[in-house]
């Protein structure tokens, strides 16, 4: 049985709903892996919402938080739309403030009427420490989740999910400088598809903001040696003819890069 990859948030920042951004996507970050009835989501951007309706018979649905900017916690206002069993959150305490802390002060009153302990489903969190080694039962076996810091503003966490001989690196959120490049070459070691972070081009790539740019992605994409880089957190201001005409840019250079679109699913 195949591991898939939906494709279901895009954008950094805000979502954009524009129809400048249909043929991409408006919604903020969240890729999901699937394997049979097991479900493996790396952030909760407002692409999450994608996933209602799809979750028949999925037991149990676990979710990699990168960090706790608000766009990548958006789909969580939607988990009572999941008729999933068991929601399993990992991520990581900040500034003396637990994990479930964190996200339970922007989730629920007075801010939205549902919070995460009114939901049907059972909500475990699991604290982690990047460079932690987690496993979640997964269709066939186990799914080994791998961790490293990022390089953004109040913190990343950086995964690598492996599972049946494939690997899948996500690597949004990272600022390349100093030995970060040659960390993250070696974390995505022999990848079979890098996630990457290419909110910015070279051209408007702007210092100390957390992010990279796609020419970035292609260089440690080659360094680790992955058979696929996946471009994706696209900024706010990139419409649909721009990253078009970045994609062709970037397709000259790489036979390997994929430029990631709402609803695409890719086989591992």
């Known amino acids: 049985m195949e591991t898939r990859v939906l494709i279901l948030g895009v954008r950094g920042g805000l979502p954009a709903a524009d129809r400048r951004f249909m043929e991409y996507g408006g919604n903020t970050s969240c890729v999901a892996l699937r394997?049979?009835?097991?479900?493996?989501?790396?952030?909760?951007?407002?692409?999450l919402?994608?996933?209602?309706?799809?979750?028949?018979?999925?037991?149990?649905?676990?979710?990699?938080?990168?960090?706790?900017?608000?766009?990548?916690?958006?789909?969580?206002?939607?988990?009572?739309?999941?008729?999933?069993?068991?929601?399993?959150?990992?991520?990581?305490?900040?500034?003396?403030?637990?994990f479930r802390d964190q996200l339970e002060a922007v989730t629920g009153r007075p801010y939205w009427p549902i919070g995460l302990g009114n939901l049907s489903a059972q909500v475990h969190f699991h604290e982690i420490i990047p460079g932690d080694?987690?496993?979640?039962?997964?269709?066939?076996?186990?799914?080994?989740?791998?961790?490293?810091?990022?390089?953004?503003?109040?913190?990343?966490?950086?995964?690598?999910?492996e599972t049946g001989g494939k690997s899948v690196t996500y690597a949004l959120d990272c600022e390349l400088g100093g030995p970060m490049a040659a960390s993250l070459a070696d974390f995505a070691r022999g990848t079979s598809l890098?996630?990457?972070?290419?909110?910015?081009?070279?051209?408007?790539?702007?210092?100390?903001?957390?992010?990279?740019?796609?020419?970035?992605?292609?260089?440690?994409?080659?360094?680790?040696?992955?058979?696929?880089?996946?471009?994706?957190?696209?900024?706010?201001?990139?419409?649909?003819?721009?990253?078009?005409?970045?994609?062709?840019?970037?397709?000259?250079?790489?036979g390997a890069c994929v430029f990631a679109r709402e609803g695409m699913e890719i086989a591992l």
């Open 35 to 47: 394997r049979g009835d097991n479900v493996l989501c790396f952030d909760a951007g407002s692409g």
């Open 49 to 98: 919402l994608g996933l209602t309706g799809r979750l028949d018979g999925v037991k149990r649905l676990d979710i990699l938080i990168s960090h706790v900017h608000i766009d990548h916690l958006l789909g969580l206002y939607g988990l009572s739309a999941f008729r999933v069993p068991e929601i399993h959150l990992y991520g990581e305490a900040r500034r003396n403030a637990g």
């Open 133 to 161: 080694r987690l496993t979640a039962p997964w269709e066939g076996g186990e799914l080994r989740v791998s961790t490293l810091r990022g390089n953004h503003p109040d913190g990343s966490v950086l995964y690598q999910a």
């Open 194 to 254: 890098l996630i990457w972070d290419a909110n910015f081009t070279q051209a408007d790539k702007r210092d100390g903001w957390g992010h990279s740019t796609w020419e970035e992605g292609l260089a440690v994409g080659r360094a680790a040696g992955a058979e696929r880089i996946l471009m994706t957190h696209y900024s706010r201001d990139y419409t649909d003819s721009f990253l078009e005409e970045q994609e062709l840019l970037a397709g000259r250079e790489s």
